[in-house]
Nanobody, 125 residues
């Protein structure tokens, strides 16, 4: 059974940066898609970014394109989300997800079958 643990969240001022990490245990995810989603207070969980098994293909939500970058280190079974030029509207709980049934970058929640507990990112204005 896959376990995902996120870290790196916190409080940052608008315009600042944070780097989230998600370490997997229980099985190797080197052949799985990985992704990040977020859920702001009172809103539904939404797609942020995803990456294919090799890291060669990435997808981003329009709201984060050019500011966020997803990457992975399969040797460490870890995926990262570098977040730059943060805005107050980026405030949310960020969740890491693994899509063990697909090696390709995907955007839909149903494509992911393992989830972390989330890490809170708060961006102050």
């Amino acid at each position: 059974q896959v376990q995902l643990v996120e870290s790196g969240g916190g409080l940052v001022q608008a315009g600042g940066s944070l780097r989230l990490s998600c370490e997997a245990s229980g099985r190797t995810l080197s052949s799985s898609a990985m992704g990040w989603f977020r859920q702001a207070p009172g809103k539904e969980r939404e797609f942020v970014a995803s990456i294919s098994w090799s890291g060669g293909n990435t997808l981003y939500a329009d709201s984060v394109k050019g500011r966020f970058a997803i990457s992975r280190d399969n040797a460490k079974n870890t995926v990262y989300l570098q977040m730059n030029t943060l805005k107050p509207e980026d405030t949310a709980v960020y969740y890491c997800a693994a899509g063990t049934r697909s090696p390709f970058a995907i955007t839909t929640m149903r494509g992911f079958d393992a989830w972390g507990q989330g890490t809170l990112v708060t961006v102050s204005s």
